[in-house]
C-alpha cells in the first residue's frame, strides 16, 4: 500500500535521480518533457537549448517537476514538486553550470571514448550575457543555450515497498 514519504526520503530521491520530467503550459496545453538535472538547496538547476521549453517557461513560470523510481511493481517511489521558473545569468548560470558538469560529468567519462560534446555543450551555456543588465539579449540567435532553476515551494512524495 502507497505511504507519504518523509522530506528526507523525498530529498534523497531528488538528489539522486538523473532524469526528472518537467511540467509546463506551452501555448495554453500541458507539456512535459524529460530533463537532466541537479537538486540543490529546494531547488532544480537545468540546462536547456533555446525552444519550446525555455519560451513556454518565459511565458508562463510557474512549473511543475516529478521524479520517480520503480524497481518492482510493488516497489516504486515518486516525488512532484511546484515551483516557478528563474533564468539564471552571470556568476549565478556559471555556478549552476558547473554543478550540472560536475553531476554528469562521471557517467560521460564511463564511456571509453567519452562523449566529446557533451561537456562542451554545457560549457557553451555560458555564451549567454554574464549581466543581468544584458538580459533582454537572452533569447537572440547568439544566445547558445539557457541556464535556469525552479524553486520548489511545494513537495508531495509517495512510496511502496521497502526503500
Not at 6 to 29: F, H, K, P, Y
Not at 66 to 75: A, Q
Amino acid at each position: 500500500m502507497p505511504t507519504q514519504m518523509t522530506r528526507d526520503e523525498i530529498d534523497d530521491l531528488l538528489s539522486t535521480s538523473l532524469v526528472g520530467r518537467l511540467g509546463m503550459i506551452a501555448e495554453g496545453q500541458p507539456y512535459v518533457v524529460p530533463i537532466s538535472y541537479v537538486y540543490r538547496d529546494g531547488a532544480v538547476y537545468c540546462h536547456s537549448a533555446q525552444g519550446r521549453k525555455v519560451e513556454a517557461l518565459r511565458t508562463q513560470p510557474e512549473a511543475c517537476f516529478e521524479v520517480d523510481e520503480l524497481d518492482h511493481i510493488d516497489r516504486w517511489r515518486s516525488v512532484i514538486g511546484w515551483g516557478r521558473f528563474e533564468q539564471l545569468v552571470g556568476t549565478e548560470a556559471k555556478a549552476a553550470v558547473e554543478l550540472l558538469v560536475d553531476r554528469y560529468r562521471p557517467l560521460v567519462s564511463a564511456f571509453p571514448d567519452g562523449h566529446p560534446g557533451a561537456e562542451l555543450g554545457m560549457m557553451r551555456t555560458l555564451d549567454i550575457p554574464r549581466l543581468p543588465e544584458a538580459r533582454p539579449q537572452v533569447g537572440q540567435p547568439s544566445a547558445a543555450a539557457v541556464v535556469f532553476r525552479v524553486r520548489l515551494h511545494a513537495l508531495t512524495g509517495r512510496s511502496e515497498g521497502d526503500w
